[in-house]
């Protein structure tokens, strides 16, 4: 069943549980515009960096945790480009963001290096607008900014 996780508060909501009547595309914990539909459910953990980007991998909101995690204001990531601005790159295992949107499937626990050592989650959107969820999880101490 799919599930909607708000950018902002991290929010979970399984479809039958929103109410699409008063929030139709919203987070009806904290009112943020929009909700990002996951095919699978997925736990944020209180680290979790949230961020969206729109189809050419711009960032459109940096919600939960982005400046914890990032050390950037949201106005200072929203339009740049997800890979340059927060310097991932250099995976593994080929290019995560591509095989997700390529292949439209969820891509998880990949291991990146930021300013300290992470895994990132990366989820296609299935609206019409395309783009992607990217999750940054901290795995050692967040240095101090
Ligand atoms: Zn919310």
Not at 32 to 56: H, Q, R
Request: charged share 20%; aromatic share 12%; net charge negative.
């Amino acid at each position: 069943m799919p599930v909607f996780l708000c950018p902002r508060c991290a929010y979970r909501e399984s479809s039958s549980e929103r109410n699409v009547r008063h929030q139709p595309r919203g987070c009806s914990r904290c009112g943020f515009g929009f909700s990002f539909e996951l095919l699978e459910d997925y736990y944020a953990s209180p680290k979790t960096a949230l961020i969206v980007c729109d189809k050419e991998l711009r960032v459109l909101v940096a919600g939960h945790s982005a400046f914890a995690v990032t050390g950037y204001d949201e106005g200072e990531l929203i339009g740049q480009d997800v890979m340059a601005v927060l310097g991932l790159g250099g995976f593994a295992d080929g290019d995560p963001i591509a095989r997700s949107l390529e292949w439209g499937v969820r891509v998880l626990n990949v291991p990146c290096t930021y300013r300290f050592n992470a895994t990132a989650d990366f989820f296609p959107a299935y609206d019409d607008d395309g783009g992607l969820l990217v999750a940054l999880t901290p795995k050692t101490a967040v240095p101090s900014q």
